[in-house]
């Protein structure tokens, strides 16, 4: 079993910055893709950022080259820069990271943090 554990959240002005980590844990051979999606009130969850193990990038529009998502392969780690943040930025925003594991393949996801941006 694989555990995620996100922190960073919080209240931020716009145009502040926060920055998301989500670690791994847990019964982990190999992790491949890592990720981060966010559900704001009403809305459906979508893909904010995601990477690969080689650390190829993909992004939502609204977000690029204001979000940058790297990695730690070493501490199992996924972040989510966020600068020039907007109040449409709020959402809860969770990770997602898919791997194998000892017996199985995983696809994971953290608990979620809430990101407030006020204007």
């Known amino acids: 079993q694989v555990q995620l554990v996100e922190s960073g959240g919080g209240l931020v002005q716009a145009g502040g910055s926060l920055r998301l980590s989500c670690a791994a844990s847990g019964s982990i051979f190999i992790i491949n893709d890592m990720g981060w999606y966010r559900q704001a009130p009403g809305k459906q969850r979508e893909l904010v950022a995601a990477?690969?193990?080689?650390?190829?990038?993909n992004y939502v529009d609204s977000v690029k080259g204001r979000f940058t998502i790297s990695r730690d392969n070493a501490k199992n780690t996924v972040y989510l820069q966020m600068n020039s943040l907007k109040p449409e930025d709020t959402a809860v925003y969770y990770c997602?990271?898919?791997?194998?594991?000892?017996?199985?393949?995983?696809?994971?996801w953290g608990q979620g943090t809430l990101v407030t941006v006020s204007s």
């Open positions: 990477i690969t193990r080689s650390g190829g990038t």
């Open positions: 997602n990271v898919k791997g194998l594991g000892v017996l199985t393949a995983f696809d994971a």
